[in-house]
């Protein structure tokens, strides 16, 4: 079995978790509120800034050449196509810059520390339910609308789009071949990583819905 295969069944009871939390449900019939959205939106663009970065490193970081471009087209796809997404919904949603909240500050020093301190294929691991997830979150909410006028039907297309699928693909690509190249025990820490990580994206959409907010 490839390494994803065994990967995403690891994670096969988060996921279903993630696809019935409230938030996507909400997201995924249009009765989300702005409020929340407007949460949502201004974590992820604080998410968003570390995660290039991340993306940069690994790119720094690949044995392979391919690798390494295929990380950096990543990186400056994560800064300009959800840079523009997000632009579009802080301007109509008159969402000003944000501090990180619990969920994204855990989330976003956990990948750095990863990329910092772990070898190379543990962070491809550990960034590739921010692809993966994503794709499967978003086709699940896109095979639902059914022609309903979705506030956040912008969003959906992204997520759900051609272009997305090709960089998912890729990223699962390279840590199957990078993978297969690994001990046993090398495996295991990728899928760790690939676990936990998936377990901060529950915590993402979680802390969107609750509005988590740090003590003062
Ligand atoms: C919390 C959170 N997790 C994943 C994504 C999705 N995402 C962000 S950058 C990128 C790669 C290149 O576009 C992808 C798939 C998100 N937006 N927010």
Request: net charge negative; aromatic share 14%.
């Amino acid at each position: 079995m490839k390494w994803s295969e065994q990967a995403w069944q690891a994670i096969e009871s988060i996921y279903s978790k993630i696809i019935v939390h409230p938030f996507n449900q909400a997201l995924c019939n249009g009765s989300l509120t702005e409020e929340k959205f407007s949460f949502y939106i201004a974590q992820d663009a604080v998410y968003l800034a570390s995660f290039s970065r991340v993306l940069a490193m690994i790119a720094a970081k690949a044995h392979q050449s391919k690798q390494l471009l295929s990380f950096a087209q990543f990186a400056s796809t994560a800064v300009v196509v959800e840079q523009s997404l997000h632009g579009n919904y802080f301007e109509k949603l008159q969402i000003t810059a944000a501090q990180a909240a619990p969920a994204c500050f855990q989330y976003t020093n956990y990948l750095q520390a990863t990329v910092a301190f772990e070898p190379v294929e543990t962070a491809m691991a550990a960034v590739l339910p921010c692809f993966w997830i994503y794709r499967e979150v978003g086709l699940h909410i896109y095979r639902q609308q059914n022609g309903i006028n979705n506030p956040y039907k912008n969003w959906i297309d992204t997520y759900a789009g051609e272009a997305f699928d090709a960089a998912v693909t890729e990223a699962i690509a390279i840590c199957d071949a990078v993978a297969a190249t690994l001990t046993p025990q090398q495996q295991a820490h990728m899928q760790q990583a690939f676990v936990t990580a998936s377990r901060m994206e529950w915590l993402f959409w979680n802390s969107a819905w609750q509005m988590e907010q740090w003590a003062v």
